[in-house]
């Protein structure tokens, strides 16, 4: 079981990620946003984060840079998780830390595919 941080501004992509990570014994932390996400990152020091994109304030490619160049949180594997699905919106993620991208909407497939090799690595 792992502990999963989930930043996102749409409540139903979310809710979405949330569902299918606890039917596979997740524990799970929502934050609307990513100024609220990096604090939850910093105190809770998840094993995993799910980092939207496109969000009001702070983007999901600030946050991600922000989450890396911390000593306390470049640790955390970072997933994007995001509408943009053009290839240089995913190399500019993994320019920014993230160790893995999927596109919304995602599915239970799409989603633990990339999830639980991050999580082996532990």
Same mark, same amino acid.
């Given at each position: ?8 501004? $749409? ?34 020091? %998840? ?5 939207? /994109? ?7 490619? !600030?946050?991600?840079?922000?989450? !890396? /160049? ?6 955390? %594997?970072? /997933?994007?998780? $995001? ?12 320019? !920014? ?7 919304? %909407?995602?599915?239970?497939? $799409? ?5 639980? %090799? ?5």
């Amino acid at each position: 079981m792992a502990r999963i941080l989930i930043i996102d501004d $749409s409540k139903m992509h979310a809710t979405t990620a949330a569902r299918i990570l606890t039917n596979h014994g997740h524990l799970i932390k929502i934050a609307p946003n990513a100024e609220e996400g990096l604090k939850y990152a910093k105190n809770d020091l %998840p094993d995993l984060i799910l980092m939207d /994109i496109v969000m009001p304030g702070m983007n999901g490619f !600030q946050a991600t840079r922000e989450l !890396q /160049i911390h000593p306390e949180t470049q640790h955390i %594997p970072v /997933i994007m998780v $995001s509408t943009k699905d053009q290839d240089t919106d995913m190399v500019w993620g993994k320019r !920014q830390g993230a160790q893995a991208y999927v596109v919304k %909407p995602v599915t239970e497939e $799409s989603l633990m595919a990339v999830v639980e %090799p991050l999580l082996k690595k532990d």
